[in-house]
């Protein structure tokens, strides 16, 4: 089945710094979601990107997927502590498949 | 809208015992998924349904676990007999997924299993 890598697996970022987050694959993907997973909590969808070269904003949140449709990124500008948590990308499945591969995360901590 | 309901929220059970997950998927949805995270293996896939139909079981550890969805607001996931490295927290999903389209999962609350 597809794999997606994740990088970093943890991030501490002082309150107000820049975070990104890469999702990498050696296939090409026909979509890429985003979820974010509060501790304690359970995955909450983001976003869903489709189209290569694909950019979308959530305010703080840009989100891309490449060009080639190999990998994806999550930067969240300014961050506060509310963005604490991980943050999943998810590989869609190949045709006529619904499932979605999971990275492992990246667990962000916000030093206030 | 609910929500996806999973039961119970904590599970506690001894090793061999048999131990039954429930879901409620939000109405509508045709694709429920159960996942199961662990810290070393993160977010696992372990089944998941269209219309109440089992399309893809890969991710099932083994012949210890089996998932039904007898109609389309209700399934199970069962472990029997249960062991210690069952423990993690099993979520439930559901989604629209419709026509070929992805759309997002609807992620439960989940449940958090140990067996002692």
């Known amino acids: 089945g597809q794999q997606v890598m994740q990088i970093p697996q943890y991030q501490h970022v002082q309150e107000g710094e820049d975070f990104t987050t890469y999702c990498n694959s050696s296939?090409?993907?026909?979509?890429i979601q985003w979820y974010k997973q509060r501790p304690g909590g359970h995955p909450v969808f983001l976003i869903q990107?489709?189209?290569?070269?694909e950019v979308k904003k959530q305010k703080r949140l840009t989100f891309q997927f490449g060009e080639a449709k190999k990998n994806s990124s999550l930067h969240i500008t300014a961050t506060q502590t509310t963005d604490v948590g991980t943050y999943f990308c998810?590989?869609?499945?190949?045709?006529?498949?619904?499932?979605?591969?999971f990275g492992k995360g990246t667990k962000l901590s916000v030093i206030p | 809208d609910a929500g996806v309901i999973q039961s119970p929220r904590h599970e506690v059970t001894e090793m061999g015992q048999e131990v039954t997950l429930r879901c409620k998927p939000i109405?509508?949805?045709?694709?429920l998924f159960w996942y199961r995270q662990t810290m070393m293996r993160g977010l696992e896939l372990l089944i998941y349904?269209?219309?109440?139909?089992?399309?893809?079981d890969s991710g099932m550890p083994e012949d210890r676990f089996s998932a039904k969805m007898p109609n389309a607001s209700f399934s199970t996931l069962k472990i029997q007999p249960s062991e210690p490295r069952d423990s993690a927290v099993y979520f439930c999903?559901?989604?629209?997924?419709?026509?070929?389209?992805?759309?997002?999962?609807?992620f439960g609350p989940g449940t958090r299993l140990t067996v002692t």
């Open positions: 999903a559901s989604s629209p997924n419709t026509g070929g389209k992805h759309y997002e999962q609807y």
């Open positions: 296939t090409t993907l026909s979509n």
């Open positions: 990107l489709v189209k290569s070269g």
């Open positions: 998810a590989a869609g499945g190949g045709a006529g498949s619904y499932q979605l591969t």
């Open positions: 109405s509508g949805h045709n694709s």
């Open positions: 349904f269209n219309n109440n139909v089992p399309i893809d």
